[in-house]
């Protein structure tokens, strides 16, 4: 008997030295059971201990596997209620995970379109270039600062330089024309005041007469007025193309234009702050107007009207160029310099006989028909009464006109005091009378 109590006694020992193992491993698992539960449960252990070998089983299982234990709160709910429940969470299959999107490779070529050789993102990215004559301006311009890391104004100075060189044979051809001109100034004035003169007198063949005259001289000696205007007509394009070029880059901006100039205009893409530039752009157009780089002199030309005309341009562009960018004058005053330069080349003999250009014959004053010369004023004046008689000649050939068809559409005029057709029928009846009496 007390062999079977002590028995009895080292397996509720055993039994209640599992149920604490068992309490705290599903306390670590289960933090929301609170102690009081737990309290209850081992009590309920301990009451209703059964045997250890039907409990190991159970509690060992309990401690492998996640449960979850629902106790009795109150002393007066059922034994049902006070029993353990166990519940298993449901497994659910998630989606595989992605692999990571592989880096992207970056060939060098693409990297050459976004950025130039020079650091720079290229005209193309900022709406410039193209084929068009501005765009192709623009490319060259990008190509000479990219290639050769050249300055801004480095780079406007050497595409002048090399446009001024392509026409720079149609300069010569213009020299050769104007020293022909000059030097037979004489015969084609003689030419020309006589045209005039039968212009102003209305004698209209005469006029025709003396202009067929000078057109023949002219051929003859090769002589051609308008070849003095080539070399602006042939500059005019390419100014607009530079002009219009340089404007764009300089409002997209191109950043390198802000520190690309020289001296006191170092940012290109905003006006000179101290005027100079517009200055010295007004002052060397004049020069070459002045001296006739490009053409003939004015002088030499006879152009009287358009010369004081030419003369007056400077001052009257200098308001506009005052408020260009500084790209657009440097591309301005480094023609005008270029023009200078060419005009002291071809002022050396030399340099004239190795192109053909004839040597200029200084005319005496009293060899000219126009001795006297005549002023702004003067030539203003002379062109005035120029045009009104051409406008009085025109109006007297309109109204001839009107009248010789009023004369053959209208009824006759009497042209004579007495009637032809009367003084005939009297005459014959004069004749008649005496050959009657002669029959009596």
């Keep these: 008997m007390l062999a079977k109590r002590m028995q009895l006694w080292r397996a509720s020992q055993a039994m209640l030295a599992i149920n604490g193992t068992a309490n705290r491993t599903s306390t670590q698992m289960f933090p929301t059971v609170s102690s009081r539960d737990m309290h209850m449960a081992s009590s309920w252990s301990r009451l209703a201990a059964p045997p250890a070998s039907t409990l190991l089983p159970l509690y060992g299982s309990m401690a492998a596997s996640p449960v979850t234990m629902r106790f009795a709160s109150s002393s007066s709910s059922s034994s049902t209620d006070a029993m353990p429940v166990v519940s298993t969470k449901e497994l659910v299959d998630l989606p595989a995970i992605p692999e990571a999107p592989v880096a992207p490779v970056v060939e060098p070529q693409t990297l050459m379109e976004t950025i130039t050789v020079a650091g720079e993102p290229p005209f193309a990215s900022i709406g410039l270039g193209g084929y068009s004559p501005v765009g192709i301006v623009q490319n060259c311009m990008e190509f000479l600062h990219c290639t050769w ?91 607009i193309s530079f002009f219009m070029g340089l404007r764009q880059m300089a409002n997209a901006p191109v950043e390198s234009m802000r520190d690309g100039g020289l001296f006191w205009f170092t940012d290109l893409t905003l006006a000179d702050p101290l005027y100079l530039l517009p200055v010295i752009t007004s002052a060397t157009l004049y020069l070459t107007i002045e001296l006739g780089t490009d053409s003939a002199r004015l002088s030499a030309a006879n152009m009287n009207t358009m010369k004081y005309v030419l003369r007056a341009l400077p001052l009257v562009i200098f308001p506009f160029t005052m408020n260009f960018p500084a790209a657009i004058l440097t591309y301005w005053a480094c023609s005008n310099f270029i023009s200078l330069g060419q005009v002291a080349l071809l002022r050396i003999p030399s340099v004239r006989d190795y192109f053909k250009i004839d040597k200029m014959i200084t005319h005496a004053p009293g060899s000219l028909p126009t001795k006297q010369k005549k002023g702004f004023v003067g030539g203003m004046k002379e062109s005035w009464d120029n045009m009104k008689i051409t406008k009085e000649i025109e109006e007297r050939q309109r109204l001839d006109e009107i009248r010789f068809a009023k004369a053959g559409k209208g009824p006759l005029v009497k042209t004579y005091k007495y009637d032809p057709t009367q003084q005939q029928r009297t005459s014959t009846s004069s004749v008649k009378q005496p050959s009657s009496k002669q029959q009596q």
């Design 149 to 239: 890391d050249i300055p801004w104004w480095g780079t406007i100075a050497i595409g002048t330089l090399v446009v001024r060189t392509i026409i720079f044979p149609l300069v010569i051809l213009a020299q050769r024309n104007s020293a022909k001109m000059s030097n037979n100034m004489p015969q084609m004035q003689v030419l020309q005041l006589k045209m005039t003169e039968a212009r102003q007198s209305g004698n209209a063949i005469e006029s025709a007469r003396y202009a067929q005259e000078m057109m023949l001289f002219m051929r003859e000696k090769g002589v051609n007025p308008l070849k003095n205007m080539i070399v602006p007509l042939a500059q005019a394009p390419l100014f």
